[in-house]
């Protein structure tokens, strides 16, 4: 099997499935981080839920009476961005979405827009 990507020049070279296009550092350090955080909320939904009710209960006084909530959330969030299991999963999805925009310079979330399916 054999992918497009992009060599250093912005050409687009012919990638095995054993090979990967090369990221720039604000993919590596900014943008697959910024997936990480997103996919970990949705994996933390539930302490994140319980954090902002407390937050919203507490008003003012949220920092003393929310310590454990926070705890709990940080704890499940930091498990998932030291996970290098879970980086290389999204690394691996930032690249397909890249690879598809090369493809078709339709945005990834323009992409998972659904269509009417009438008119």
Same mark, same amino acid.
């Given at each position: 099997?054999?992918?497009? %990507?992009?060599? %250093? +020049? %912005? #050409?687009?070279?012919? #990638?095995?499935?054993?090979?990967?296009?090369?990221?720039?550092?604000? /993919? =590596? +350090?900014?943008?697959?981080?910024?997936?990480?955080r997103d996919k970990a909320r949705e994996l933390c939904a539930e302490k994140v839920e319980a954090f902002n009710h407390c937050c919203k209960d507490s008003g003012v006084l949220?920092?003393?009476?929310?310590?454990?909530?926070?705890?709990? #959330?940080?704890?499940?969030? =930091?498990?998932?961005? =030291? +996970?290098?299991?879970?980086?290389?999963?999204?690394?691996? /999805?930032?690249?397909?979405?890249?690879?598809?925009?090369?493809?078709? %310079?339709?945005?990834?979330?323009?992409?998972?827009?659904?269509?009417?399916?009438?008119?």
């Amino acid at each position: 099997m054999h992918r497009y %990507g992009e060599n %250093g +020049d %912005g #050409l687009s070279v012919c #990638l095995s499935s054993s090979e990967e296009p090369h990221l720039r550092h604000v /993919e =590596t +350090d900014v943008l697959i981080p910024k997936m990480m955080r997103d996919k970990a909320r949705e994996l933390c939904a539930e302490k994140v839920e319980a954090f902002n009710h407390c937050c919203k209960d507490s008003g003012v006084l949220m920092v003393f009476k929310c310590r454990e909530e926070n705890s709990a #959330l940080k704890e499940c969030l =930091t498990l998932h961005y =030291t +996970d290098k299991a879970f980086f290389e999963e999204c690394k691996q /999805e930032y690249i397909q979405e890249k690879l598809e925009y090369e493809r078709t %310079g339709i945005p990834a979330k323009n992409r998972k827009q659904k269509l009417p399916t009438s008119m």
